[in-house]
């Protein structure tokens, strides 16, 4: 069976469990998150699973008319991200002992992969202590590592039937209502409490106990690895005990202020450029940015979805000696309409640094869709912003577009991005040899600390302040080479 989770079903899945952590229904917010695009709850994914499942008892026969089924054990593990409006795909089969194993997979990836077991119970309907209400909307709580260890609390159930029948007409009619409702406060435990703000929900475990009489979910958090980030969760609910595992996932990466960008730029040493940044939002391009006006040039930024970070950086650069200002621009719509947009303002130098998700692909399998999608940004953006700008400025003497030290590397699981960034290369090559006028500076770029490297497992990400303030005045150098008459390039 196939599916595509839109926003909607996201957000009402958000009002139904209480969980709505940013990475699961912010788009913006998301982008600079680990998977870059917002994902999927694990325990809707999971509902969707069993809601799918129980309706094949249903119809087979093995699930009483009228009846409902009890939880006996579950046990799910979120092995990768199944991103929004993504189609994955659901298999259902038999194991040994009476129990189901439900994976979701894309291309044959596997993402969630449950083991599940039920019997026959009595009633389906909900107990007193269970709320019928939507869980109270929440601002997600922001923990660090040193915090994880000694937590634990209790989260109160609830369950709002029609939302529920809503989402899994199966499920909610069928499952146990504290049994169901148990399962959505987990979501909300892992997304909202504990991490919190900055969580991962990797894995559950629930096994029927009906020594267990608890009216709430209780959770104790019982051990914390820092090397991987993971951290273990035991539960116990009505009639249910288990754990939870979930990781603690990086948060945004800050980028250097002002205050040190100051001390390591030069008066007035990129004064007379007038430079286009595409992209400078975050990431490297708000290191170019910032150093940039730091050092007298006169700066236009773009964005596409980060509005508040690039009014932020706006901001920042308010005391600079040129105005900076932000506009936003898509790459693959914007370029016919940029001589409005800039209305009037003409760029000596282009900072190209527009990009999409780059550890999206699968190793060892190539996808000819993806790799067309990095080079319509890299390869077809980039030209057509070109192309715009030398036709409303005679004044372009500069094109900096970074590239990649993984061209040289040829990691397993980025065979698209470097293919489509090693056809950018060639790309500017070409250009250059056309446009003798401009100096094109395409440096390979090591692993540098931004959103796109962050992740779970210790990585050597490099500062890039110092290491783009070279390269920048690398780039004025061939700059003034180009208008002065033409050194060789740099």
């Not at 209480?18 to 680990?34: Q, S």
């Not at 989260?155 to 007409?169: G, K, T, V």
């Not at 000819?368 to 980039?382: G, I, Q």
């Not at 090591?446 to 302040?465: F, G, H, V, Y």
Request: glycine share 8%; charged share 20%; hydrophobic share 45%.
């Amino acid at each position: 069976m196939l599916r595509t989770f839109s926003t909607d079903d996201q957000l009402s899945f958000a009002r139904l469990s209480g969980d709505y952590n940013p990475m699961h229904v912010d788009p913006v917010a998301a982008r600079r998150l680990m998977f870059g695009r917002p994902v999927v709850h694990g325990i809707h994914a999971l509902l969707w699973a069993l809601d799918t499942l129980l309706s094949q008892r249903e119809k087979a026969g093995e699930i009483v008319a009228g009846g409902a089924v009890s939880v006996v054990s579950l046990q799910s593990n979120f092995r990768g991200p199944i991103i929004v409006g993504e189609t994955v795909e659901l298999s259902v089969a038999p194991i040994s002992g009476g129990r189901w194993k439900l994976e979701v997979s894309k291309d044959r990836t596997k993402l969630a992969t449950t083991v599940f077991a039920f019997n026959q119970a009595t009633s389906s309907g909900m107990p007193d202590f269970v709320s019928t209400q939507l869980p109270k909307k929440e601002k997600c709580r922001e923990r660090i590592a040193s915090e994880l260890t000694n937590a634990s609390g209790q989260l109160a159930l609830s369950l709002q039937f029609e939302l529920a029948s809503n989402l899994f007409p199966n499920a909610s009619r069928l499952i146990a209502g504290n049994q169901l409702a148990i399962l959505l406060a987990t979501t909300r435990l892992v997304g909202m409490e504990l991490p919190g703000l900055h969580s991962l929900f990797t894995g559950l475990e629930l096994f029927r106990n009906d020594q267990t009489t608890p009216t709430a979910l209780l959770y104790t958090a019982e051990e914390y690895d820092p090397r991987f980030s993971m951290l273990k969760i035991a539960v116990t609910a009505p009639g249910l005990v288990g754990k939870i595992s979930a990781a603690l996932r990086p948060a945004p990466t800050a980028q250097a202020g002002m205050d040190v960008i100051h001390r390591l730029v030069k008066t007035g040493e990129f004064a007379g450029q007038r430079a286009l940044v595409i992209g400078g939002s975050r990431g490297l391009g708000e290191v170019v940015a910032k150093e940039l006006a730091s050092g007298g040039a006169e700066v236009r930024l773009t964005y596409f979805r980060g509005s508040s970070d690039a009014q932020r950086i706006v901001a920042e650069l308010k005391g600079s000696v040129r105005p900076v200002q932000c506009f936003a621009y898509d790459v693959a719509t914007d370029a016919g309409r940029l001589c409005d947009l800039l209305a009037g303002w003409s760029p000596t130098a282009l900072y190209y640094f527009a990009t999409p998700f780059i550890f999206s692909a699968v190793a060892g399998r190539f996808s000819a869709e993806l790799f067309r999608s990095f080079c319509a940004c890299y390869v077809e953006n980039f030209l057509a912003t070109f192309m715009a700008i030398t036709s409303i400025s005679a004044d372009l003497s500069g094109v900096f577009y970074p590239s990649s030290s993984a061209v040289d590397e040829l990691p397993a699981n980025m065979v698209e991005y470097t293919s489509a960034k090693a056809a950018a290369e060639m790309l500017c090559g070409s250009l250059q040899k056309s446009y003798h006028a401009v100096h094109f500076s395409i440096p390979r770029l090591p692993r540098l600390a931004t959103d796109q490297t962050a992740s779970l497992l210790p990585a050597e990400n490099a500062d890039p302040t110092a290491y783009i303030l070279e390269l920048l005045r690398r780039m004025n150098a061939g700059m003034m080479a180009m208008r002065s008459g033409g050194a060789d390039r740099l």
